[in-house]
C-alpha cells in the first residue's frame, strides 16, 4: 500500500484501502471493526450536530456571504442527514454502470503490472457493498465516498459527481507551483488570493515552501499526488494537476482536486506553511533569503448564491425530479429531459472558477485553438496551442477553417518549426483531432476500438439504427466492411481482461465522423476554404508540448502524432528525474448518465429493465464505454496493448522556472530554443 497523505480524509480513506482486491476476502470483518472504532470518536460530535440542526439552519447562517469559515460551511454541507432510501438508489445506478457499461471495470479490479505506472487494484463492486453497509453521519459523507471510491481507479473518464456538494468552492489562499531554480525543483508560491483572505500577503509570491504541515514541502506534494489525484496512472501527470500557475489554471473538472482549490469540503481546517523568502531587493533565484517563518492558511469557502436556508439550498441544488421514495423499481416513468440537459451541460454551479480563461481566440463556448507566431530570435517557430476538442456543433466548420487558415498563414510567414501546444487540454470530439492528423500527415490509420457488450447496449444500438438517431450510429466496423447497422456491436468478440478470460466486446470500430458532412475529410474541398496539403513540415518539424493533462480524444491525438508519425514529444513540469507521460486517460471515449438516458428516452427505451435509474439527487456519473488500443501488426485485442495500460514517454523535458511560469509566451520560447537546436528528438517506444 501507498502512504497516506495528511492532506486525506481520515475516516475514508482508511475505508477505502479495504477495496484492494487482495484482502477483499477480510474486508467485511475489518470493516465492522474499523466503523466501531470511528464510531466511538465520532458518536458525541454527531449528537452535538444533531442537537444543534433542531435549535438553527447552519446554512441560513451563511446565506448571503461572499465567503465563510471551513466550518461554517461544513456545518451546512453536513446538515443533511444520511438517507438510506437515497443510497440504495444511488448505489443501484452506480453499480449497474461500472458493472455492466465500464469498459475497465475487470481490468480495475484485476490490472496489469505496467512499468511506469502505479496502479492500485481496485474492486469497485465489493467498494460500493462496503459503503452500502456504512452508517453515514451525513448524506455528504455517503456521496463522497462513491467519488472517492471511483477516484482510486485513476481513470479520469470515470467520475461521480454529487453536485449537491459541488457547490461551494474552497481556496487555499496561498497557490503553489512547482519550479526549477538553480537546478533544484522547489515548491514555490505561485501567487496569492487577498480577495478571499485579506491575511494573504503579496509579498510572499516567490517564497520558496520549505514545510507543509511539518513535513518536507516536496515530500508532502509528491506525497498528496500519488495518494490523492486520481487524474492519471502517471504520477508525473498527477503532480502537474496539483499545481497551478497563471499561465495553466487546472480548474476546468469539477471535482478538481490541487493543492489550493476544491469543489468538496477539504480534509482539514487549515494548514501550516513554513516559507522562506528572499531578501528585500533580491531575485528568487538569487537565494538570499530571510530567516524562515511559519503562516497558518485556512481553507475559505465561496458561499454559492441563490439559497436562503437548508430547505432552499437542498430544493435549488440537491433535489432531483428522478426521487421516487419507497418506489424504487418503478420503470413507468420518463425523464426529466430538462434537468438531465442542465446537468450534462453543466447548468447546475452556482458558481464558476474558471476565471483564468485566456482572452484570445475565444468564442461563446470558450478557447478552442490560437495561431502565434514567436518573436525574433524565435520567429520560424509558430504555435498552435489547442486548449480544447469539445466542439460546439454550430462550431465545427469555423474550427477547421481555423485549422486551415493558420497553417496557411503560418507557411506564407515562413515558419519552419511547430510547438503543438496541448497541455491541460481535456479532450472532446475525436473527428476533431481526426482531422487535426489528417491535416498534417494526410489519412493516418484508425487505431482499433472496441464496445464492452452488454444486452442493454445492444438494445439501445439496434433501436439507434432503426431510428437513424442518437450517437450510437457514428460507428463503423474496422475492418469488415460488409458489415451492415448494428452488427459491428452484436457479433461480438471475446477478450481476457484482469482474471475473467471471457469478457464480450464488439468488433474493431472507428468513428465515422459523419456529424461533422464530410468536413474532417482529408479530401474534403468545401468552398474552396477547408483543405490544407501539408508539403512543408515533416514530423521532425513538429513537437508536442504537454504537461500531461493532455486527456481523452487529445491523449489519442497526442499518441498517434508520436506512434503513427514519430512526431516527437516535450513533456512539461512533473518530477524531476522521473521520466513522464505526455498523455492522459486515453481510454477512447466516454460518457455520461446525464447523456445517456437522454439517448434512452429519445430510442424510447427508458422504461428498459436493465437501464440505469436516474440518481435521486443532482449527480452525474461518467465512465469510458469504449476502449482504444496502440497500432499493432496484428490486432489480437489483448489488454497489454490498450492505451490506457501502457507507457508513452516523453522524449525530452522542459520544466517551469521563475521566468516562465507566469508567461507562457516565455515558455513558449524556451521550447522553441529546444526545437531549433534539434535537443528533442523521437525516441521508438
Not at 479495504?18 to 470511528?38: D, G, R, W
Not at 440542526?53 to 451563511?62: F, L, N, R, S, W
Not at 485513476?154 to 474552497?170: G, T
Not at 439527487?617 to 495500460?645: M, S
Request: hydrophobic residues 35%; negative net charge; glycine residues 6%.
Amino acid at each position: 500500500m501507498r502512504s497516506i497523505s495528511i492532506f486525506s480524509s481520515f475516516q475514508l480513506l482508511l475505508v477505502f484501502t479495504l477495496f484492494i482486491s487482495n484482502s477483499t476476502a477480510a474486508a467485511p470483518t475489518v470493516l465492522e471493526s474499523l466503523a466501531s472504532t470511528i464510531n466511538l470518536a465520532t458518536n458525541l460530535a454527531a449528537k452535538k450536530n444533531s442537537d444543534n440542526a433542531t435549535k438553527y439552519d447552519p446554512c441560513a447562517a451563511i446565506a448571503g456571504k461572499s465567503t465563510a469559515s471551513f466550518n461554517d460551511a461544513k456545518a451546512c454541507l453536513d446538515f443533511f442527514k444520511y438517507d438510506k432510501d437515497i443510497a440504495k438508489q444511488t448505489l443501484d445506478t452506480v453499480r449497474k454502470i461500472t458493472n455492466d457499461l465500464y469498459v475497465f471495470n475487470e481490468l480495475a479490479k484485476n490490472p496489469p503490472q505496467v512499468e511506469g505506472l502505479g496502479i492500485t487494484p481496485i474492486d469497485i463492486s465489493h467498494g460500493l457493498d462496503l459503503i452500502e453497509k456504512e452508517n453515514w453521519k451525513s448524506d455528504r459523507e455517503f456521496q463522497e465516498a462513491i467519488a472517492l471510491l471511483l477516484d482510486k481507479v485513476e481513470d479520469a473518464h470515470l467520475s461521480y459527481s454529487p453536485f449537491c456538494y459541488r457547490q461551494f468552492i474552497f481556496w487555499q489562499p496561498i497557490q503553489l507551483n512547482a519550479l526549477l531554480r538553480n537546478q533544484r525543483l522547489v515548491i514555490n508560491v505561485a501567487y496569492v488570493k487577498d480577495d478571499i483572505w485579506p491575511d494573504a500577503d503579496s509579498s510572499w509570491v516567490g517564497c520558496e515552501v520549505v514545510q507543509i504541515d511539518g513535513i518536507e514541502a516536496m515530500e508532502m506534494v509528491v506525497n498528496y499526488a500519488v495518494n490523492n489525484n486520481g487524474e492519471s496512472k502517471d504520477v508525473n501527470t498527477c503532480f502537474n494537476n496539483i499545481m497551478n500557475t497563471k499561465s495553466y489554471f487546472h480548474g476546468w473538472d469539477d471535482g478538481a482536486d490541487d493543492l489550493g482549490y476544491h469543489r468538496f469540503l477539504p480534509a482539514q481546517e487549515y494548514h501550516n506553511y513554513t516559507l522562506k523568502c528572499p531578501q528585500k531587493g533580491t531575485l528568487p533565484k538569487q537565494e538570499e533569503y530571510d530567516e524562515p517563518f511559519t503562516v497558518v492558511v485556512p481553507w475559505v469557502a465561496q458561499v454559492p448564491p441563490s439559497y436562503t436556508s437548508a430547505e432552499s439550498y437542498w430544493k435549488n441544488f440537491c433535489e432531483s425530479s428522478h426521487y421516487s421514495k419507497g418506489n424504487v423499481t418503478k420503470r413507468d416513468i420518463h425523464y426529466d429531459l430538462h434537468e438531465l440537459k442542465a446537468i450534462h451541460e453543466g447548468d447546475v454551479f452556482a458558481l464558476n472558477a474558471n476565471t483564468n480563461a485566456a482572452a484570445a481566440g475565444e468564442n461563446k463556448h470558450g478557447r478552442y485553438i490560437e495561431f502565434i507566431q514567436l518573436d525574433k530570435p524565435n520567429d520560424k517557430v509558430g504555435v498552435i496551442d489547442i486548449q480544447s476538442f469539445s466542439i460546439a456543433a454550430e462550431d465545427r466548420e469555423a474550427f477547421v477553417q481555423n485549422v486551415t487558415t493558420g497553417l496557411r498563414t503560418f507557411e506564407k510567414d515562413g515558419v519552419e518549426k511547430i510547438i503543438l501546444d496541448l497541455s491541460s487540454n481535456g479532450g472532446g470530439d475525436a473527428c476533431a483531432g481526426e482531422f487535426l492528423i489528417n491535416t498534417f500527415f494526410n489519412s493516418t490509420p484508425d487505431y482499433p476500438s472496441d464496445i464492452k457488450y452488454s444486452p442493454l447496449l445492444e438494445r439501445v444500438v439496434k433501436k439507434a439504427y432503426e431510428q437513424q438517431n442518437t450517437k450510437w450510429l457514428d460507428y463503423k466496423p474496422l475492418h469488415n466492411d460488409s458489415s451492415r447497422g448494428s452488427e459491428w456491436f452484436t457479433d461480438t468478440h471475446t477478450y481476457a481482461r484482469g482474471n475473467d478470460k471471457n469478457v464480450r466486446f464488439s468488433q474493431p470500430v472507428s468513428l465515422s465522423c459523419a456529424g461533422w458532412g464530410g468536413l474532417t475529410s482529408p479530401d474534403n474541398n468545401k468552398n474552396g476554404n477547408n483543405t490544407f496539403v501539408n508539403n512543408k513540415w515533416k514530423p521532425s518539424d513538429v513537437v508536442i508540448l504537454s504537461d500531461g493533462r493532455c486527456g481523452s480524444t487529445c491523449a489519442i491525438v497526442a499518441s498517434r502524432l508520436h506512434l503513427s508519425h514519430q512526431v516527437p514529444a516535450m513533456g512539461l513540469g512533473g518530477i524531476r528525474g522521473n521520466r513522464m507521460q505526455f498523455a492522459s486517460f486515453p481510454g477512447g471515449e466516454s460518457d455520461r448518465l446525464s447523456s445517456f438516458l437522454m439517448d434512452l428516452e429519445i430510442l424510447g427505451l427508458s422504461t428498459d429493465a436493465d437501464a440505469p435509474l436516474p440518481f435521486p439527487e443532482r449527480a452525474d456519473i461518467g465512465w469510458t464505454f469504449r476502449e482504444v488500443y496502440k497500432p499493432t501488426k496484428e490486432f489480437t485485442g489483448q489488454e497489454t496493448d490498450l492505451l490506457e495500460y501502457s507507457v508513452i514517454n516523453a522524449d525530452c523535458r522542459l520544466y517551469f522556472d521563475d521566468d516562465n511560469a507566469d508567461d507562457v509566451k516565455r515558455l513558449w520560447a524556451d521550447a522553441a530554443k529546444v526545437l531549433l537546436a534539434g535537443q528533442c528528438l523521437y525516441i521508438e517506444q
